[in-house]
Structures are given as structure tokens and as C-alpha cells.
């Protein structure tokens, strides 16, 4: 008798179906609601909060803040990640095993200490801007605590390490000889990159890529402590609409729009990857 | 098309010696065919050709250039991997145009030069099919017409139908050699399967161990082997140990356990009388001797049937000999009686002395 293996799927999608749907329903429900000021809300459903959300400067700034400070993180990270995935991924020496470890030891290291080291490296009395104005490269200090660019490089450090694991997986399907067969009939090694390795890697790299966005949008501790306060992204903003303003109907509509703008980005994000073609096997 | 020539080629790492030294020229045309076992240092030689790896030791000449230092794009060299190694991202069509695209062929040259080879490796019409849509033996096929797309100076072949099945793999064998034959391009081809160098190369250097045990023609490699290595990798063979002790009309005179029997003579080799020698002799040139008066001058052994195994077209039959040796007998199954006392004989050209 064969074991039916996919009867024992219905576990993670019961434990799936409670902590997501379930727990995002409650929020929507919620965003549902006019508030009523001190946590209270309307019994009525309404759009209230979504014409209020969708209609004002203040809320439709701070998504697109949201999705560029993302969307560039995102760009950045995969730039800075997929060289060194690649390098690891063609190392043959012992020290690739070493450098690997190091990696996922430190993905795994908690944000809240990665951020704070940041701060002390990034402060206006830090190391680095001490090198800078000794070597006479600013004027005076720079500062990325509270501004959008301090944003960028605490999201970049927060998903790097993701990003290089992805990555490496993605290198890892390039084999060796079609590298060797581009170099042998003619290719520099620009042009292997160009015209070889990118494209085969490309659909990977998309891939690598929304999975970084979609961390950075859903990113808060990175962006609460680099932000300062000063720079509003949505899962900040969730908070401070929460703790702040005590309007949970129209902290549940924010989540919403959260939830839905990363939603449709990644449905376009596939629609877009299954125009890529390896061979005629579509990808995602 | 070039000659190729390697000079003293030495790649060690570190305390590990991969290729000992190697010297060879391969003419413009020849197919010369690198035969050896795994870790023989056959692929590191071939891959020093490339340019992927650099020689410790020595030159590497393409015509009369010096490609010692040039990096693999420079070399001007088309290449076949063995698993096929094509763009998985391009088209045929785009695959086999690589080579072109990459030296500049005009777009109108490059698609009559597609056309061409597409019909030479008779595989019409596949140009917008991508590689993963083609069998393994047509993806080869396509990967030697990249290879050969802008013509190379010298065509290399790792291994190319080692992912292939047998069947596939004989079919391909004949193709190469038609298409050899065709277009004569000094071709460097390694495997370490010897049927497929034999029908295969103008030439083969059978390796052992980073060195060249001997370089020749498929006959002489199968039918004048100068080593136990060369003649042990080459088909199967029997030897027989012993002393030289003389000449006699042109056949040398060798002691063995089985008795005094008759070898041919190397030409080239020189042996000072009482040295130690080996004589092999093929399973296909020993036979069953059922009469006396059969034997005429040919070498004769008395021994017992120790196994027999059918394979179809013929049996190999052990007979164990004096001198606790084993003689493997290639013979026809209907040669064969049930008598298990048989008398073995061959004639002695068919003994090649062989130097310890």
C-alpha cells in the first residue's frame, strides 16, 4: 500500500490557514471600522478609512516613501549580494564552507544589535565620519540616522544575508563548463557575464529580489531605530497610528494597503518573471 | 586549422604532480586521441590546451604561436564538453552563432553559417528550438557545430559521448569520424573509453600517471603495445613472463613457466640477452589446438578449462597453465568441447615482448 505523503499537508495548511488568515482577518475586519477617538469604533462597516487613507497627501507620501526606500534597498542589496553569492559559489577552496557559516551566523544575528552597531559606526561622532572629515571628504559630519539613505543601509543590512543564501542557490545552477564554453568561443569575461551568467541567473535574481522587497516592506525595527522618528514608512507609521493615536481601525486599513500594494507589486513581479524563458520551461 | 604542439608540459599543485611531461605534436588535421584512465592527467592536459589551466612547466604552440600565457578567448580553439555545456537561455540557432557573434560575423554571414552547420550535423530546422527541447545526442551535435562555428585553429573534445547511452554513443562515433573526415581539423579528443579511441583517431597517447606510455597508431597501440600499462588498458591480454635467451629466425627465444616459446621482435625495442621480458598475447590469437599435427610452428601450451563464459558470438575460456598463470582464450563457442584437458597454442608473431 502506498502512504497517500500528501494527506500529511493538511497539518502546516490547518497551522497556515489559522496563524495567517485568521490573524489577518482580525485587521481587516477591523480597518472596516470608523474610529471614535480613545480606541473605540464604529459598530457600522464603512469605507471611511480607506477614502480617508487613499485621498490624503500624508498617507499616499508615506507608501511611496514605503516602496522606494524598498524598492532601492532591495536593488542595492542584490547588486551587493549576488557578486559574493558568485564568488561563493565558485570557491572551491575550504575557506568558502568558513565564509558561508560566517554569513548565516550573522543573518541570524537579531536586527536590534546589527542596527545599534550601526548607529555607533554612522553617528556624527562615529569612525566613520571622523575618517571622512580628517581625510577632508565632507566638510562636516554626515548624517544618516533619520534620514531615508540611513533607512536604505539598515534594510540592506538586515536582508544581505537572506539575499546572499538566495543568491548562492541561483549561482550554484550556472555549471562551471557553460562559463568555460562562452570563454573558449570568444567571450571576455564581461561578455560572459553579460550575454551567460545574467541571464541564466535572471529569473533567480527577480525572485531574490521580491523576496528582499517584500522583507523591506514589512521591515520595522530597521526602519523605526535608522528612521529616528523622522522618517515615516508604513510599518512604522502602524505603530505610532497603534500606540500613538490608539486608532486601531485606521492602523488594521494601513496594514491593509500594506498588505495589498506588496500583494499586486508581487503579482506584477510574476507576471513579468513568466515572460522569462529557460528554454521553454517557464519560470515561477 | 594548425598544428599543435606541446613542450615539456609539466602541471604540478603544490606536491601533487597531475601532469608529469608531456611532449607532443599533433599535425595539422590529425585526430589524436588522449586515452587513459581517471586522474591519468588526460583532461588536465586538455584543459592546459584550452587555456583554463596554466602549465607549471613548458610551452604550448598553436601553428607557430606561442598560446602558453593567452587566456582561452585568445586561443582561437573551439571546444565540446561532455555535458554539452550549451546557453540554456539561447536558441540554437544562437547557441551554434555564439562563437560569431561574440568575433562580430555580420548578422547575414552568421545566418548562412547557421544554416550550414545545421544541415552538416544533419539537424535542419531546429533554429528557435532551445537545447532543453533536444535529446542529449542532438544537443552534442549542436554543441559541436558552436565548437566548430568560426573555424578553430584546434578543436578539442572532453569526453563528448560519455553522457551518451551505448547505442547512441557508436551511432556518434561514426558521425564524428565522417564528419573528421570531412572537414580535417586538428582535433584533440580525450576519453578514457578504447573502443571509442580506436575507431576514432588518426593517433592516440595512451597516458599513465601524468607521462605518455606511448603514442601511436590505433593498430599499433592494440597490436604492438610497448607496455603492460598501454597493453592491460587496450583491450584484454594475456602475459606470460620470462627470460630472453636467444634469436632465432627473427623471433626472439624466451623462457617461461609454460616453456621455451618464440615472440616477435620490436623493432625499436632492445633487450641485452638474459633480461627480464613479458610476452602478450591477445585471447582472439590463442586457440584450441584439438590434433597435434594441427600445432605446425606454433607456440603450445597443455592446460585445463578453469571457467568458461558465454557472450554471445564468442565464449572466453580461462585455462589455467603451468606457472600458476591464466590464459583468457577468445574463441568461437562451436570450437570448444566438453573435454576440460586442452592443448592452447598461438603463433608466435601473434607474442609481443614487452619491457618490465
Known sequence: MNTRWSLFLVVPLAVSLVLLVASQSVFLESSLHADLGFGRMAPAWSLHNYIRV????????????????????????????????????????????????????????????????????????????????????????????????????????????????????VARTVPRSVEEAAEIHGASRRRVFLRVILPICLPGIAVGFLTVFNMCMGAFTSAALLGGGRVLTLPVLIQRTILFEVKYGMAGTISAILLFSVLLINLFGIFVLRRFRIGRRVVA | MSELKLEGVVKRYGQVVAVERVDLH????????????????????????????????????????????????????????????????????????????????????????????????????????????????????????????????????????????????????????????????????????????????????????????????????????????????????????????????????????VGRIRARMAASASFGSDSRVTVSIRPENLRVIHRAEDAGDMNTVAGRIVSRLFTGNLSHVRVAVPGEVELLVEMRPSDLSDAAEVTIGWRPEHGVLITN
Open chain 1, 54 to 169: 487613499l485621498t490624503d497627501d500624508f498617507y499616499l507620501r508615506v507608501l511611496w516613501l514605503t516602496v522606494m526606500v524598498s524598492g532601492i534597498a532591495a536593488v542595492l542589496t542584490i547588486v551587493v549580494g549576488f557578486p559574493i553569492a558568485y564568488v561563493l559559489a565558485r570557491m572551491r577552496s575550504r575557506w568558502a564552507g568558513v565564509l558561508m557559516l560566517g554569513i548565516l551566523l550573522s543573518t541570524f544575528v537579531t536586527i536590534v544589535i546589527k542596527i545599534f552597531g550601526l548607529i555607533v559606526i554612522f553617528n556624527a561622532d562615529g569612525p566613520v565620519n571622523r575618517l571622512l572629515l580628517g581625510a577632508g571628504i565632507v566638510a562636516k559630519p554626515i548624517n544618516l540616522i533619520g534620514t531615508p539613505a540611513g533607512v536604505v543601509v539598515g534594510l540592506m543590512y538586515f536582508t544581505i544575508g537572506f539575499a546572499v543564501l538566495l543568491m548562492y542557490a
Open chain 2, 26 to 257: 599533433i599535425h595539422e588535421g590529425e585526430f589524436l586521441t588522449l586515452l587513459g584512465p581517471s586522474g591519468c592527467g588526460k583532461t588536465t592536459t586538455l584543459r592546459m590546451i584550452a587555456g583554463f589551466i596554466d602549465p607549471t612547466e613548458g610551452r604550448i604552440l598553436i601553428g607557430a604561436e606561442d598560446v602558453t600565457g593567452l587566456p582561452p578567448q585568445k586561443r582561437d580553439i573551439g571546444m565540446v564538453f561532455q555535458d554539452y555545456a550549451l546557453f540554456p537561455h539561447l536558441t540554437i540557432a544562437d547557441n551554434i552563432a555564439f562563437s560569431l557573434v561574440e568575433r562580430r560575423v555580420p548578422t547575414a554571414d552568421r545566418r548562412k553559417r547557421i544554416g550550414e552547420l545545421l544541415d552538416l550535423i544533419r539537424l535542419p530546422g531546429v533554429e528557435e528550438r532551445y537545447p532543453s527541447e533536444l535529446s542529449g545526442g542532438q544537443q552534442q551535435r549542436v554543441a559541436l557545430a558552436r565548437a566548430i562555428a568560426h573555424p578553430p585553429r584546434v578543436l578539442l573534445m572532453d569526453e563528448p559521448l560519455g553522457a551518451l547511452d551505448l547505442k547512441l554513443r557508436e551511432a556518434m562515433q561514426e558521425e564524428l569520424r565522417a564528419l573528421q573526415d570531412k572537414l580535417q581539423i586538428t582535433t584533440v579528443y580525450v576519453t578514457h573509453d578504447q573502443g571509442e579511441a580506436m575507431s576514432l583517431s588518426d593517433r592516440i597517447a595512451v597516458m599513465n600517471a601524468g607521462r605518455i606510455e606511448q603514442l601511436d597508431t590505433p593498430s599499433n597501440i592494440y597490436g604492438a603495445p610497448r607496455t603492460e600499462f598501454v597493453a592491460n588498458f587496450v583491450g584484454k591480454i594475456n602475459f606470460l613472463r620470462g627470460t630472453l635467451s636467444g634469436q632465432q629466425d627473427g623471433f626472439a627465444l624466451i623462457d617461461t613457466p
